[in-house]
Every structure is written in C-alpha cells, then in structure tokens.
C-alpha cells in the first residue's frame, strides 16, 4: 500500500523517449497510464550476463528478444505480444510515440523510492540517475572522483542518451551536458557495485522510513563514492494531497534528529530546520531519526501521518526524497495540553488508550533529607540538605488503558505464546502477586521494589507524565515494621501474658508514607523521541510519618523506562 505522495510527469515527444521512474506509482497499468494517449509500446531493458553486443536501436530488437520486455498498446494490434502490464519504480523504460503525435506529459503519483538499479559490469545498461531537478548537473560534475564510470574519453564513451529517432547518441561533451532528472541513459559501468550517484542511502531498502505504530528511531547511512568529502543536507517537506480513495493525510510526521557533537556530548534535536552531515572520502556516515509521538497533531481512524525528507548534497548534484510515515494511535499529541491529563484521546474513532500504558521500571537517588533545626517560630522541618551519598530506590509503575498509574511493590511478568505452532508470538501478562500465576509457567521475571513493605498495587491519583501521588500505611502490627519485634517483651505489641494485643502507639507506631512522581524534562528530553514515549524522568518526592516526631522528607531525581505496553495487570 502507498501512503505517501509525490508526482513525477513525463514529458514525451514523437519516437522514442528514455525514461527513469523514481517514484513508485499508485495507477502503474500500461492499459490506463496511456488511455487516449498516442503511445505505441513500452520497452523495459532485461539485459542478463552476456556477450553480445550492445544494441542502440530498441527498433531493431524483436519482442521475443530475451533482453526486452514490453507492453503494445492495443491500437498497435501488437497486444497480444505485450510481456509486461504495469510500471514499476526505480525502473527505466523506452516509451514509443507515434510519430504524427504532437508532444505531451503524463503525470505519475505516487512513493518516491530509492534507485536500485540492476548492473550488468562492462556493458551498457538502461538507468537513471538522482539528479537534483530543475537546471541539473553536468555529466563531469556528477561523476567527479567516482572510480565506476569513465566519462573523460570521447573515444570510447561511457554515456550514451536516446534520440527520439531510437538511436543512442554518445554524450561526448560531458563537461557542458547537463543531467535530467527522470530521464534514463545507456550506462557503462566498470564493475557491478550499482553506483548512480556520489553518494547513496543505505539500511532503508526501498527508501520508505516507516515509524507504524510503535516505531520510535530509523537508521540509515550515507555512502560518499567518490574519493572526496560530501556535504549532504537534509531537510523536511511536505506529502502531496492523497488521491481519491486513498487514506487521509493526517498531519506531518514530527521529526528529530540524533546530534553527535563529540565521543561524549549527543543530543536529540527536533527536526524542524535543514542539518548538515560531513561524509568523508570514499567513507560513511550514520543518521538517526525519530519520530516525537507526542507532537503529533490529532487524527481520526485511517488517516496516516505523511512527511518527506530530502537528502541533497550541497553541491546541488543529487537529490534522494524518503518517504516517512507513522500510524495514528489515539494517543498522538500527548504533550499538548488539548491530550488532556492522562494522554488521552478517544474522540478519532480509534481504541481509546493511555499514550504511556504499560510497565514502568526505574528508580530513583534520594540524594535530599530534611534536618528539622529550631527556629524562634519552632521547629522548621521542611528544609532540605544533600546527604553525604545517594540513597537508591527502586520504582516500579504500571499505567493502564485510562491512564490510571499504579504503584507497585512487584510484578511477575510472565511469557504467553498466541497463534499456531508454526509461527508463534510472545506476548506477556503481568501479576501483581505470585499465587495468581498460573501453574506450570515458565521463564517468569519478578521484579521487586524493596523499599517498600507487602502491598497490593496502589492507585496513584494525577496523571502519569504530569504529576502521580499516592499514600500507604505500615500498619503498627505489620512484621515489617521498625518498632515491631517479635521477641522483645517491649515491642511486640502484647500484654503482659502475651494474650492480647496492645493498640497502635503503646510499643509500635504506624507508619504513613505519601509518594510523589514529579515528571519534568531534566535534559533536553523535548526533541528526544523517547521522552514520554519509552523514557520518563523527574523529581521523587517521599513524605514518612509515624517514625519520628517530625515527618521525615526525602527527594531526589528519578527515571523510569517502559519495558512493556501490556495495559492491564492481575492482582
């Protein structure tokens, strides 16, 4: 399916004309590209490992020629001897026009791809090339310092462009020719490397970047293949209308890009302006993108977010167009304050769900303690100082379908496999306490908070990402409790013939903590893609009373990572 758009048009005049697809088209059919239109045959070049010699009149080749496929229009009466129904992109073909014809365009829509030609070494292939539209480069330019292809001789030629009369025309004046973009060339190429261009994409495949669902970074890499440094700028731009039928355009895909300013200073940067990258000789160098979910503009049910990044060089050479695309969830855009205050968004026809719903694992530093001094007014108890090391707590929380956050003590995470024998998937459930795990299961991960006592999950009030809070008790009784001991006469909360149990506040003392999840942005975490997608970070704020006079207040900073998505948890 294609869900990005960009037209490409074919300007086409009588007799033979070379053409370069580089986008994918939505409607490729021969029969209804050239309805109505005074197209005799398409010709697409097959050429295999081989001797023979090259032909530079397509004329002169037979349909059943095993180096050309081709399609005949039904008014040529050769349509019963068409081998191909459709065009392709990345493709180069030969297109026939009648040669009473008046010259015309034909539009394409479609997804830009990446070239991807098949080389055939030390004989002449049918391509095109990258070029940058418009005024495009000089044939010497675009190949300087690429070792493949030889375009300094005129005696033995390496390009050769297509004359309307079908006859191949040797490009003798490379230094005062100029490129065209969409339009293919009779190539030789040296070895089977495939190189068109200076420099080209790898890790992308076709050239679609595919966010789907829950994608958060795309990698790629740029390839210098000439034997100087390129300056390659990348820029974002927007998708086409979508055609009738075809899935709404949602919005923009909100970018950011991974800054490597040092072997130890990165940062994310929102992508809203052009960046450079330096791609040395003859080397390589990695880009990573990714998508900030929680800046999406809101979407309704098949609509699909569409963005385009252009990859150019600065020399204004080549230009490389990559399709980018994120499916909607009810969730996007929840930074902004109309996501409400769980994340939410259920009014776009799609599942209502919690933008962070899942497992949360982290901890936090308590690296703050309250030191009540006196004061003429009393006891200030509220100030705090740095302890002399951090002290780390373990933080577990789980956030289900409605945002609602949960405090957890442990979870048993536990492997569930659905679907048939033959090709299984994992999936996981999650149980707040260890008798609810069925029996016989296997590979099971507990996972603990030690800091706090036995305590089924506790619902925290607010809202994930903005601010959780939530109070338990340690009861006087409870075996976990610091007065409490079992065998000493003073503190095990029994009288004196060890038959009744004495109240709270005799030789034991309930305890109350109030736990608060401030969530900030302690770094540069707005650019950065995994900010609230998969990373949360802020101040942990605790409050214990019970134990002392005065509360006792600790905080220090916290993380938390999801490690899973599973909304519900069994307790």
Not at 78 to 99: D, K, N, P, W
Not at 192 to 200: D, E, H, L, Y
Request: contains cysteine; hydrophobic residues 40%; neutral net charge.
């Amino acid at each position: 399916m294609l869900l990005l758009w960009v037209t490409q048009t074919l300007s086409l005049k009588p007799g033979w004309n070379a053409v370069n697809l580089f986008v994918d088209p939505l409607v490729g059919g021969c029969d209804l590209v050239f309805t109505n239109l005074p197209v005799r045959s398409v010709w697409l070049w097959d050429r295999q490992f081989t001797t023979r010699n090259f032909i530079t009149d397509p004329a002169h080749t037979l349909p059943e020629d095993d180096h050309w496929r081709n399609w005949y229009s039904s008014a040529s009466g050769m349509g019963f001897a068409s081998g191909i129904r459709a065009m392709s992109g990345g493709q180069s073909y030969l297109i026939e026009v009648y040669s009473n014809a008046a010259p015309f365009t034909v539009t394409l829509k479609g997804q830009p791809i990446l070239p991807a030609p098949r080389w055939v070494p030390h004989e002449m292939n049918l391509v095109g090339f990258p070029s940058a539209p418009g005024t495009g480069p000089y044939f010497l330019d675009y190949f300087r310092g690429l070792p493949h292809i030889d375009v300094s001789t005129t005696y033995d030629p390496a390009l050769f462009s297509v004359r309307t009369g079908s006859t191949g025309l040797p490009l003798t004046a490379p230094a005062r020719t100029r490129m065209e973009r969409g339009v293919a060339y009779w190539v030789r190429l040296r070895d089977v490397t495939g190189c068109t261009a200076p420099f080209t994409i790898s890790g992308l495949g076709n050239g679609l970047i595919d966010f789907s669902t829950n994608g958060v970074t795309q990698d790629f890499t740029l390839v210098n293949n000439s034997t100087s440094a390129v300056q390659v700028v990348l820029s974002t731009a927007s998708s086409e209308a979508p055609p009738t039928g075809q899935p709404g355009l949602a919005g923009p895909v909100a970018l950011s890009w991974y800054h490597v300013i040092s072997f130890t200073n990165s940062t994310w940067v929102s992508f809203t302006a052009p960046f450079t990258v330096t791609v040395p000789a003859s080397g390589q160098a990695g880009v990573r993108l990714g998508i900030r979910r929680g800046d999406l503009v809101p979407a309704k049910a098949g609509d699909v977010y569409q963005s385009l990044v252009n990859v150019q060089d600065t020399a204004g050479r080549v230009l490389y167009q990559l399709p980018v695309r994120a499916t909607p969830t009810a969730t996007a855009g929840f930074r902004s304050l109309a996501s409400g205050a769980k994340g939410l968004k259920d009014n776009s026809g799609l599942p209502a769900s919690s933008a962070f719903e899942g497992l949360w694992v982290g901890g936090a530093d308590i690296t703050f303690v309250n030191n009540p001094v006196p004061t003429t007014n009393g006891w200030n108890y509220t100030t705090l100082s740095p302890t002399r090391s951090a002290f780390p707590v373990t933080l577990l929380v789980h956030v289900d379908s409605n945002g609602v956050s949960r405090l957890l003590q442990r979870v048993l995470v536990v492997p569930t496999t659905t679907g048939p024998t033959n090709a299984t998937t994992t999936d996981f459930t999650l149980y707040a306490d260890e008798s609810l795990v069925p029996p016989g299961s296997s590979n099971v991960v507990r996972l603990c908070a030690t800091t706090i006592h036995y305590i089924p999950p506790q619902v925290m009030s607010g809202s994930f990402f903005l601010t959780n809070t939530c109070s338990y008790g340690l009861d006087y009784n409870d075996p976990l409790n610091p007065f409490k001991h079992l065998y000493h006469p003073y503190h095990d909360n029994l009288t004196s013939n060890y038959q009744t149990n004495l109240p709270p506040g005799i030789e034991s003392y309930t305890l109350n903590r109030a736990v608060t999840l401030s969530f900030t942005s302690l770094t540069n975490f707005t650019a950065d893609p995994m900010w609230g997608a998969m990373e949360a970070a802020g101040i942990y704020s605790e409050t214990i009373t019970g134990l002392r006079e005065w509360p006792v207040i600790c905080a220090g900073p916290f993380g938390l990572r999801r490690i899973n998505t599973v909304n519900t948890i069994q307790q």
